[in-house]
Structures are given as C-alpha cells and as structure tokens.
C-alpha cells in the first residue's frame, strides 16, 4: 500500500491503482489507502502538503 501512496501524485491515484492491481472495488480501495494515510500521519511519518495531497516528511 505504501508503494502505491509514493508512486502516485495523491490519493485518488494510489486508491485506482491498488484498486486495478488486486481487484478490489474503487471505494474499498480508497478507504484502504485513507486508513494507512492517516496512519502513516498520526505516526508522524508523512504529512499534510496542501488541502488534499499527502507528502513524505524528510
């Protein structure tokens, strides 16, 4: 899952192509990719750029 937030431009496109790569329906997928997102940020392992997209902290 952490493969696709960091191949992808926000997550719209990693939830398409988790979605396409396992066969999953769209919503299934991006509710997946919501919950390691907000995870991955309550960690303190990425965060927030802008209103929408998610970045990497360095």
Do not use: C, I
Request: hydrophobic share 45%.
């Amino acid at each position: 899952m952490v493969l696709f937030l960091l191949a992808g431009n926000d997550e719209g496109q990693a939830a398409g192509q988790y979605a396409a790569a396992y066969g999953l329906p769209r919503q299934k997928a991006a509710a997946d990719v919501r919950a390691v997102s907000d995870a991955l940020v309550a960690q303190g392992l990425a965060g927030t750029v802008g209103r929408r997209r998610r970045g990497w902290r360095r």
